[in-house]
């Protein structure tokens, strides 16, 4: 197709699950990428690089407490592997224990085109694989799971449906939530009306100032309502700063 500037990204991520990253991604935006060969994904099994015997990966902590600790060697034996396979450098390990990922990290990926990313499981990792090879900490979230494989997922489809020839529409990469700091409006489909209720008058009349202004609306009055504190960080426009007043005492009477 003509228009679609086709940038390979890559993907190489070390985990001890490599069939939970390989089959999660190989549907929608992310399959078809791989298929296009827009998006290569590599796996690394820490596991593949022991020196003993049954494979073991883990032990226990120094010092004592609870749980198993990822040893450093095969961590670092794999990620080494994956730099050298992919000539990518930037490591990205997900911990709870990183900054927060959100949307303008994942633009910030995008420029990057190659990154490993570093799926800890047990308790976490020797600090040693930290200090030697890990470039930066990210989290997805205040909360935890039992593994860092799904914190990736979710880091490669950000990132991924960010790419303008990986997603269908460029523009809608653009029209998400979060490029402008408002959470989205509410959409509708066909039919019109029906038992569940009816789709707002201004979406059927095809007045489209009108229709990008009660779009502007309704996503300042969810984003008022449900996240107030996206909207504090937001620099406003006097179109919004009316329309949030409007809002302000529609959602009092
Ligand atoms: C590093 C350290 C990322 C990774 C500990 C990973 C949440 C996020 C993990 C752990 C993750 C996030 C191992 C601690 C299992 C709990 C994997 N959880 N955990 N918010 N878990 O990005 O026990």
């Not at 596991?47 to 073991?56: E, H, I, L, M």
């Not at 034996?77 to 730099?83: C, G």
């Not at 205040?142 to 991924?160: K, N, T, Y």
Request: hydrophobic content about 35%; charged content about 30%.
């Amino acid at each position: 197709m003509f228009g679609q500037k086709i940038i390979d990204m890559r993907f190489d991520v070390v985990t001890l699950f490599p069939d939970l990253i390989k089959d999660a991604l190989d549907h929608g935006i992310t399959g078809r990428a791989m298929k296009e060969n827009q998006l290569t994904l590599k796996t690394w099994n820490p596991r593949d690089f022991t020196n003993n015997k049954t494979g073991r990966v883990d032990d226990k902590p120094y010092g004592g407490g609870p749980g198993m600790v990822m040893e450093s060697e095969p961590l670092i034996k794999a990620i080494k592997k994956a730099k050298q396979s992919s000539n990518s450098s930037h490591v990205v390990y997900l911990s709870p224990q990183g900054q927060k990922f959100n949307q303008k990290r994942a633009e910030e990926f995008l420029q990057h085109r190659k990154i490993i990313l570093l799926s800890g499981r047990y308790e976490g990792i020797d600090e040693r694989v930290i200090e030697s090879e890990v470039d930066e900490i990210c989290s997805v979230g205040d909360f935890v799971v039992s593994g860092g494989e799904i914190p990736a997922l979710l880091v490669i489809d950000a990132v991924c449906r960010l790419e303008k020839g990986v997603l269908g529409d460029p523009d809608s990469a653009s029209q998400d939530s979060f490029s402008d700091g408002l959470l989205e409006f509410p959409q509708y489909t066909r039919p019109d009306s029906n038992e569940f209720g009816e789709v707002p008058d201004v979406l059927l009349g095809g007045n489209h100032s009108e229709i990008a202004k009660w779009r502007l609306k309704e996503s300042l009055r969810r984003t008022f309502k449900l996240r107030p504190d996206l909207l504090k960080k937001k620099v406003l426009t006097n179109q919004e700063k009316v329309l949030i007043s409007e809002i302000k005492s529609e959602e009092n009477s």
